[in-house]
C-alpha cells in the first residue's frame, strides 16, 4: 500500500522561501504522477504543480515563475522549491500520487506567510 509523507512546512515573512519535500513509498507504479495541492482558509483544494514520471510538469498560473516542482533520481520524492512568497500562498500544502488510477494523499504541511 502507498503512503505520502510531507515536511517543510513554517511560517515565513512574505517575499520569502520554502522548499517542501514529499516522500513517496509503499507500491508505487513505475508510471506516475506526483504533485502538490493547497488549501487555504474557506477554500478548496486546488492544484498547484505536479510532476510526472515521464519529466513532465505543470503549474497552476498563481505560482508560476515562482514555485518549482522537481524530483529526486529515485522518483520517490518529489519537491517544492517556493519562492517570493505572498500572503495568498498561506494554505495547507497536500502532497499527492496517482499510482494505478489511485490518489494517495498525505495529512498536509501548513505554510503561513505572514509579517
Known amino acids: 500500500q502507498a503512503r505520502v509523507v510531507e515536511s517543510g512546512g513554517g511560517l515565513v515573512q512574505p517575499g520569502g522561501s520554502l522548499r517542501l519535500s514529499c516522500v513517496a513509498s509503499?507500491?508505487?507504479?513505475?508510471?506516475?504522477?506526483m504533485g502538490w495541492y493547497r488549501q487555504g482558509p474557506g477554500n478548496k483544494r486546488d492544484l498547484v504543480a505536479l510532476?510526472?514520471?515521464?519529466?513532465?510538469?505543470n503549474y497552476a498560473d498563481s505560482v508560476k515563475g515562482r514555485f518549482t516542482i522537481s524530483r529526486d533520481s529515485a522518483k520517490t520524492t518529489v519537491y517544492l522549491q517556493m519562492n517570493s512568497l505572498k500572503p495568498e500562498d498561506t494554505a495547507v500544502y497536500y502532497c499527492?500520487?496517482?499510482?494505478?488510477?489511485?490518489?494517495?494523499w498525505g495529512k498536509g504541511t501548513l505554510v503561513t506567510v505572514s509579517s
Open positions: 499527492a500520487v496517482v499510482t494505478n488510477g489511485v490518489y494517495v
Open positions: 509503499g507500491f508505487i507504479s513505475s508510471s506516475n504522477v
Open positions: 510532476s510526472t514520471s515521464g519529466g513532465s510538469t
